[in-house]
C-alpha cells in the first residue's frame, strides 16, 4: 500500500537516496530541503524547500505545507545532520553550539510539529549514530558530534515514550558508515558504503518497526546497537 512520507535534511546524501528509493516503489514522498530541492526535479519527488531544521519560524511553515496538502504521515524520517571535527583543548563552543542545535534539537522541533500528522501505526525514524553511543565510545574525541547525537538518542527514546502510547513506533537509527560529504574529512580508513545501500537497510528498518520494537536503537544492516 503506497504510503505517505515525510523525509528530512533531503537535499543531498542519505535522506535523499532514501528519497529516491521510497519513490521508485510509489510511496508517496515530501522532501523537506534546507535549499529548494531542485535535486528532485527529474526523480518526481515532491518537495517543500527552506526547511532549516534548527528554525522554528521554517519548521511552521513545513507545518503549514503539510496541512494544505492534508497529509497524514504514515512516517517522518529525520536526517537532517552535520559533522563538525574538534579536539580536546581546541573546541569551538560556537560549533558545538550549533551541531546541538541541527543534530539534536533539530529533530525533537520536527517531531513535535509533525506529531498532529501522525496516528496509530505511524512511525518515526531519526538517523542518529553510533558515535552517539555511550556503551560503544571506546575512542573518544569528536566533543560536538557526539554529544549531540548522544541528545539525539535521548530524543528518541524519549519521543518513544511519548508516542507509543498513541500508537507511534519509533527508532534511532545508524545508517553504517557511508560515503558523503559528511564523512570526505572523517579521520580513519573505513570501508564507506554508498548512500544507495544505507537508504536500503534504513528503508528495511523502517518497513519492519512496528510498536513491539519502538524504543530501539538500530545499524541499517539491522543490529541493535547499544546506547
Ligand atoms: N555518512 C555517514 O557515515 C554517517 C554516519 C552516521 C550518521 N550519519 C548521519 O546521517 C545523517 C545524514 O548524513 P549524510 O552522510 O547524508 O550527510 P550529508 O550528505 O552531509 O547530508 C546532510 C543533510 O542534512 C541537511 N542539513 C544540514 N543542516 C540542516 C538544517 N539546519 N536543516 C535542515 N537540513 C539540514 C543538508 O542539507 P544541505 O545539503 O542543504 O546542507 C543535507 O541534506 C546525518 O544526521 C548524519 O549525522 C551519517
Redesign the pocket.
Known amino acids: 500500500m503506497t504510503k505517505n512520507i515525510l523525509v ?9 537516496a532514501i528519497c529516491l528509493q521510497l519513490q521508485a516503489r510509489d510511496d508517496r514522498v515530501i522532501a ?4 529548494d530541492g531542485e535535486g528532485f526535479t527529474e526523480g518526481g519527488v515532491e518537495t517543500i524547500g527552506g ?4 528554525s522554528g519560524e521554517a519548521v511552521h511553515k513545513l507545518v503549514e505545507a503539510l496541512a494544505a496538502r492534508n497529509a497524514r504521515l504514515d512516517w517522518v524520517l529525520h ?5 563538525g571535527l574538534d579536539t580536546f583543548g581546541e573546541i569551538d563552543y560556537d560549533d558545538m553550539r550549533r551541531q546541538f ?3 539534536t534539537l ?1 529533530p525533537l522541533r520536527v517531531a513535535e510539529a509533525c506529531a498532529p500528522f501522525l496516528d496509530a501505526g505511524s512511525k518515526l525514524g531519526i ?5 552517539g553511543s555511550l556503551g560503544d565510545n571506546s575512542s573518544g574525541g569528536m566533543y560536538a ?1 557526539r554529544v549531540s ?1 548522544a541528545g539525539a538518542n535521548m530524543v528518541a527514546l524519549n519521543l518513544h515514550h511519548d508516542l507509543s502510547k498513541r500508537g507511534i513506533a519509533v527508532v534511532a537509527l ?10 570526505k574529512d ?1 579521520p580513519g580508513n573505513f570501508n ?1 558504503i554508498q ?1 544507495a545501500d ?1 537508504a536500503r537497510g534504513l528503508i528495511a528498518r523502517m518497513d519492519e518497526l512496528e510498536l513491539a520494537s519502538s524504543g530501539q536503537f538500530r545499524h541499517a544492516n539491522g543490529e541493535q546497537l547499544l546506547w
Open positions: 528530512v535534511g533531503a537535499d543531498r546524501g542519505i535522506a535523499n523537506a530541503c534546507l535549499g526547511v532549516d531544521v534548527t536526517v537532517a545532520g552535520v559533522l542545535e541541527i543534530n533539530g538517523v542518529t549514530s553510533r558515535v558530534y547525537k545508524h545508517p553504517g558508515m557511508v560515503a558523503t560529504d559528511l564523512t572523517y564507506y548512500p544505507a
